[in-house]
């Protein structure tokens, strides 16, 4: 009992491919070709194209046919290790997911093979139809063929008759534009680690109409970005790698920075796990219900490497766009997602500093009220305050209720929707060594004696923001005189 080719094509169709992810599955066909390069062209106007472009190791017209044949891979066979596919669906349902018309050509040992599937000579012939092109004629019309030509071997895979890029569209070509240019942040994520030549993998460059596709690295390893110890686990017999990171805190990142790692969706939204097969990235944002997306965990981001061996397992689908751990990866991250979260919530309260010592002296005192909330006060023991303690009465009864003011006054509500935006809040930079010297100076001003001066500077060694200055309270303990000049 055959399925009737017509309606199989049409209804494989909806299995769900976007347009970023059908290019996606398209690209993982150039890394197991082991390909260099990859080409995506794409062309709005007039008879619209869409076409990928690689310099792999091609097919003969054995390996073409099958390629071009539904579910030509069982996905229970052990594969190579930088083998992307599972299903031999890919190719087809994600290329016609987006058009009708399908045409694959190969260069191989100087020899060119090229299939067609055309969903409307599918309809009317009523039959399983690939077409076979062979002439000249037939060649010369299909777009790119020129660039495969050049290649010593390669595929192209060329998408025409774009009709579902083109449904609710007033205008194909700008709406075109603007999803290219989604497709190319999710190649960017998708494949960074090919992109970015990480030790142990072939460096591929992929371009969008000539232009380099950058890495986006979603770990940002550049900069002070906190790598947590490995773990290791082995499920049937092979290695799952979970590596966690924290992110820079918020205050320390450019705007720029911030817009690449949260996407359209925001940091919060991108906090998670990161889940690679064989490098290439799988599902990304998801705690897999383990832990809820929160404001202090949303700088935690857990990288994940799994081989293509354990695809039944973690229950891949065609699209490879989903995939759920089995129960023996879930019960070893737990352990992991417990120190993580603690650790980003350390690095978010705390502006991403390290407070090494109890016995810091700060600014801002927290403490939890009557009702199970929690309120903040001004430590009336700091130095910078306890400073005025001797001031003239009324002067003390003044100070008082300015602070009051301020610990009442707080805009709590504000403050939380501007720490959860993502942007850079501005006072928040860091105090620069030239304030922290003036305020000092003005400080030791006011003692009285060389005594009340060498305690108030023991005091403010260990108090914020001074604490973060070690090297100019010790200057100015050897006796100098202002830091810096002598």
């Known amino acids: ?26 690209v993982d066909n150039s890394v197991s070709a082991s390909a260099s ?10 008879d619209a194209y869409i076409a990928v472009l690689d310099d792999g190791n091609g097919m003969d017209s054995t390996q073409i046919d099958t390629a071009m044949r539904y579910g030509s891979q069982n996905p229970n066979e052990t594969r190579a ?15 016609l997911s987006q058009c009708r018309v399908l045409t694959v050509v190969s260069k191989c040992a100087g020899s060119i093979e090229a299939r067609r ?31 495969l030509r050049k290649l010593n071997s390669g595929t192209l895979v060329v998408w025409q008759n774009l009709d579902r890029l083109s449904v609710g569209e007033i205008d194909c070509s700008r709406s075109m534009g603007k999803k290219m240019d989604s497709v190319r942040s999710h190649l960017s994520l998708v494949f960074h680690r090919y992109v970015s030549g990480e030790p142990g993998l072939k460096k591929m460059l992929i371009r969008m109409n000539g232009t380099p596709v950058e890495p986006a690295d979603p770990f940002l390893l550049k900069r002070n970005t906190q790598a947590m110890a490995d773990e290791i686990m082995i499920i049937d017999g092979a290695k799952v790698m979970v590596r966690p990171y924290i992110l820079p805190h918020i205050s320390s990142l450019t705007l720029e920075e911030v817009t690449d790692l949260g996407g359209k969706d925001g940091l919060r939204k991108s906090q998670g796990f990161y889940v690679y097969r064989n490098k290439r990235l799988l599902v990304w944002g998801t705690w897999f219900h383990m832990m809820r997306q929160g404001e202090l965990s949303k700088l935690a981001r857990v990288q ?37 979260a603690e650790q980003s919530k350390w690095t978010w309260v705390f502006r991403g500093k390290k407070e090494t010592h109890d016995f810091v002296i700060h600014i801002w005192n927290r403490f939890r009220g009557k009702k199970g909330g929690f309120y903040y006060s001004i430590n009336r023991y700091h130095p910078m305050v306890e400073i005025l303690q001797d001031a ?8 008082e209720m300015l602070l009051r003011s301020i610990e009442t006054g707080l ?74 000049r002598h």
């Open 1 to 26: 009992m055959p399925p009737y080719a017509p309606t199989l094509i049409e209804s494989t169709r909806a299995i769900g491919y976007t347009l970023e992810s059908a290019i996606a599955d398209i």
């Open 37 to 46: 390069c990859t080409d995506i062209f794409f062309f709005p106007v007039g």
């Open 81 to 95: 290790a930088n083998d992307l596919g599972r299903f031999g669906l890919g190719l087809k349902t994600a290329s």
């Open 117 to 147: 599937w055309d969903i409307d000579h599918v309809a009317q012939t009523g039959d399983w139809s690939l077409l076979v092109l062979d002439t000249q004629e037939e060649l010369d019309q299909i777009p790119r063929i020129d660039k």
């Open 304 to 340: 994940v490497d799994i081989p293509n061996e354990l695809d039944n397992l973690w229950t891949l689908d065609i699209k490879k766009s989903t995939a759920t751990p089995p129960e023996a990866v879930r019960n070893n991250l737990n352990s992991v997602i417990e120190r993580l």
């Open 392 to 399: 003239r009465p009324e002067v003390k009864q003044n100070l």
């Open 411 to 484: 805009p709590l509500n504000q403050l939380y929707i501007d720490l959860t935006s993502e942007k850079q809040v501005e006072n928040e930079t860091e105090t620069s060594r030239q304030k922290i010297e003036a305020t000092l100076q003005g400080l030791l001003n006011q003692m009285p004696t060389e005594a009340a001066k060498e305690e108030l500077l023991d005091r403010l060694a260990i108090s914020d923001p001074f604490v973060h200055f070690p090297e100019i309270i010790e200057h100015y303990k050897a006796g100098g005189t202002a830091y810096g």
